[in-house]
Nanobody, 123 residues
Framework: QVQLVESGGGLVQPGGSLRLSCAASGSIVSIYAMGWYRQAPGKQRELVATITNGGSTNYADSVKGRFTISRDKVKNTVYLQMNSLKPEDTAVYYC?????????????????WGQGTQVTVSS
């Protein structure tokens, strides 16, 4: 169906920067929105940022002014530029796509998730 592959995670010091990428592939008819979510140890998965096909963005209050989400529609790739990273940003970051695919002779609307990439902010 649809595969989402994240990359760009790693270990950075507080105040540092990191850029995550997520490429979508498969029998995609259209993607309505893509986004990034994260899950820290002992916490529930939370929204970080989303971007619609029209370019509208939404950010969690905790990352506003520090993170920027962008999308390359031709490549079906979403990016997350993370600046001024804090230890509390440490989490597994997951890519999400809300789209429509053609599979088994039918069109299907669904959400798709990547495998996650680890981001660790520590000295």
């Amino acid at each position: 169906q649809v595969q989402l592959v994240e990359s760009g995670g790693g270990l950075v010091q507080p105040g540092g920067s990191l850029r995550l990428s997520c490429a979508a592939s498969g029998s995609i008819v259209s993607i309505y929105a893509m986004g990034w979510y994260r899950q820290a140890p002992g916490k529930q998965r939370e929204l970080v940022a989303t971007i619609t096909n029209g370019g509208s963005t939404n950010y969690a209050d905790s990352v506003k002014g520090r993170f920027t989400i962008s999308r390359d529609k031709v490549k079906n790739t979403v990016y997350l530029q993370m600046n001024s990273l804090k230890p509390e940003d440490t989490a597994v970051y997951y890519c999400n796509a809300d789209g429509r695919i053609f599979v088994g002779g039918v069109y299907v609307n669904s959400d798709y998730w990547g495998q996650g990439t680890q981001v660790t902010v520590s000295s």
